[in-house]
């Protein structure tokens, strides 16, 4: 078990460029979670997934933004047209059902010049 | 509106002092609620985990406990050390519809100095 992975850790990008994270969760986990966290702020809900299935989206993530998790393994979130607004740290988190403890990646955090 | 906020927003003390971490929700009707350590620029890491009927929970030096009614938990943290410098979250599940989503306070910033 080597945890949950992120990648790029690390992405600076122009504004309005579409940028793509990706997310291996822990083997077996069913549920992946994306959060995002703003310096000084704790992390906000995104969206997340049982298995294949995109159960909840928060209103934060406004049309630009698309999640898929394609064969309920890894997961990619991208940013198209991205804005200044959406540099952040970006975290993913996996559980299994009914076992509460998510447990999170690295995170990528994400810088819009 | 859920919300979680944790007081204080930042604590320095010397090494070896106990010390507590607040953390209030507005909605009483929780699933669990849990801890979380975070260090600069990295993931984040579970302490500990209390279910709605529980009041408290230990690990180590850690103590959670939670008080359902009052809207608030708080981490003890006894013989405080260095490396236990970082930020302290708190978040709540709310289960139902929402289960596994976590509302997050803004945390508070510990500092324990040599």
């Known amino acids: 078990d080597t945890g949950v992975s992120q990648d790029p850790r690390h992405k600076i990008t122009k504004r309005g460029q579409n940028v793509t994270f990706r997310c291996d969760p822990i083997?077996?986990?069913?549920?992946l979670y994306w959060y995002r966290q703003t310096l000084g702020q704790g992390p906000e809900f995104l969206t997340y997934f049982q298995n294949e299935a995109q159960l909840e989206k928060s209103r934060l993530l406004s049309d630009r933004f698309s999640a898929e998790r394609p064969k309920g393994s890894f997961s990619t979130l991208e940013i198209q047209r991205t804005e200044q607004g959406d540099s952040a740290m970006y975290l993913c988190?996996?559980?299994?059902?009914?076992?509460?403890?998510?447990?999170f990646g690295p995170g990528t955090r994400l810088l819009v010049l | 509106k859920q919300e979680v906020t944790q007081i204080p927003a930042a604590l320095s003390v010397p090494e070896g002092e106990n010390l507590v971490l607040n953390c209030s929700f507005t909605?009483?009707?929780?699933?669990?609620l849990q801890w979380f350590r975070q260090d600069p620029g990295k993931g984040l890491t579970s302490l500990l985990l209390?279910?709605?009927?529980?009041r408290e929970q230990t690990s180590g030096r850690l103590n959670a406990s939670l008080d359902k009614s009052s809207g608030r938990s708080t981490l003890y943290i006894a013989a405080s050390q260095p490396g236990d410098s970082a930020t302290y979250l708190c978040a709540v599940d709310y289960g139902g519809t929402s289960y596994g989503k976590l509302t997050f306070g803004q945390g508070t910033i510990l500092t324990v100095h040599p």
């Open positions: 083997s077996e986990h069913n549920r």
């Open positions: 988190a996996s559980s299994l059902v009914r076992e509460e403890t998510q447990y």
């Open positions: 909605d009483s009707a929780i699933y669990n």
């Open positions: 209390i279910q709605s009927s529980q």
